[in-house]
């Protein structure tokens, strides 16, 4: 452990080189080509067995240890997101309307120089590390599934994954066992109303007065429906009636996301907003068009290897907290590779603590404090080897 902490240290500017030139040059979920060349090569370089366009876009590659063993995957997101970036520090994105205002600029970074460490300690590894390169987390279908279906888990025993987080302090790590990320999943409804005259409502089945109706009569489905020690949420996050000031619209179009945790209570919402927008258009003799689109699994972790993790992760350098997470809304494609095999992910803090604003996540100031790359590196590197050992 103390050789991986110590070439980690003198590979952390590496890292951060990495980082901004994956910063530098961010590309699109689902439309990733020079990034996953670049994580390839690197690979390639370090004698690794690689194996590209992996389900798509994705890279898996592979470090057999001098012993036989056990097999530790090790998972890191390369795709950035949609968002010209206000930041103006030298490194700031290139591509107009992209930028990595997630940090997976910072996961990939980690990952690679994480495995050129492991490289150099293969002599003393029993068992094999695969990395896995991801491709499109930020936008379903995510790169998860078809890297599965592809054979990216073909004999592991184990998944370990991080999020660096920008709004947890530098040096603390949040983790729990069991549900720890919801299952995130959308709608739309289109509202088919008759159009008319602003004068005249009488005349007309106003589709924003339906969709009105709609908006606040899905909260009682989490409010009213759904059992309160479980927890969900319904957000209807977009709106869309375009008309003159004077024109009752004849259609709406409004799209949401549900988050949840617990299989039937996925169920019932899908079922129960159905329910009301159909009561709401029927009260005014109008129709609808509803789509329910299921998203990312809950993201749930293995109970034994995350206590094993927790139990150990403060003697990890430069770890000062650990902190058992509330459950997050959030979601994470990471769910299917634990739905296959047991595994931990976890959040490893961003934060700077000289900042006055942390900017959040998908924000176009968004950033990250880079020295959490090296820890992010230390606890990912101290669960493979500790696991390979105990196994």
Not at 109 to 122: D, E, I
Request: charged share 25%.
């Amino acid at each position: 452990m103390n050789n991986l902490y110590e070439l980690l240290e003198q590979h952390y500017d590496e890292m951060v080189e990495i980082r901004r030139h994956l910063h530098e040059n961010p590309e699109l979920s689902h439309e990733e080509v020079e990034t996953p060349k670049y994580i390839a090569e690197y690979h390639r370089a370090l004698g690794h067995e690689v194996r590209e366009f992996v389900g798509g876009r994705g890279v898996v590659a592979k470090l057999h240890g001098a012993k036989p063993g056990k097999t530790v995957a090790l998972r890191a997101d390369f795709d950035a997101l949609a968002i010209q970036e206000q930041n103006t520090f030298s490194y700031k994105s290139k591509i107009d309307g992209k930028m990595h205002a997630c940090g997976h600029d910072g996961h990939t970074a980690t990952l690679m120089v994480l495995a050129k460490v492991l490289n150099k300690l293969q002599e003393e590894i029993a068992g094999t590390v695969v990395f896995i390169h991801q491709f499109g987390e930020e936008v379903t279908p995510g790169g998860a599934l078809p890297m599965i279906e592809d054979g990216c888990l073909d004999g592991v025993d184990v998944i370990y994954g991080t999020h660096l987080s920008a709004g947890v302090p530098l040096g603390t790590i949040l983790v729990k066992e069991g549900h720890l990320m919801a299952a995130a999943d959308g709608f739309e409804i289109t509202i088919h109303g008759k159009g008319g005259h602003g004068a005249s409502p009488h005349d007309t089945k106003d589709a924003v007065m339906i969709g009105s109706q709609f908006v606040v009569s899905a909260q009682q489905v989490v409010g009213r429906r759904v059992n309160p020690v479980r927890p969900a949420v319904v957000s209807v996050c977009h709106f869309e009636a375009v008309n003159p000031f004077n024109v009752i619209a004849d259609s709406a179009v409004l799209r949401g996301t549900v988050r949840t945790f617990d299989a039937d209570v996925r169920d019932q919402i899908e079922k129960e907003l159905e329910e009301v927008v159909k009561s709401a258009c029927l009260l005014y003799g109008a129709d609808y068009t509803y789509t329910y689109n299921r998203g990312y699994s809950p993201v749930i972790n293995d109970a034994e290897t995350t206590r094993r993790f927790m139990e150990e992760v403060t003697a990890v350098p430069k770890v000062e907290k650990l902190v058992v997470a509330d459950l997050a809304m959030g979601g994470e494609d990471f769910a299917y590779y634990l739905e296959k095999v047991p595994g931990t992910f976890y959040f490893t803090g961003a934060k700077n603590p000289e900042w006055e604003i942390a900017y959040p996540h998908h924000h176009p100031r968004f950033d990250i404090d880079e020295r959490a790359l090296l820890i992010a590196a230390n606890t990912l590197g101290h669960a493979t080897l500790s696991y390979l050992q105990q196994s």
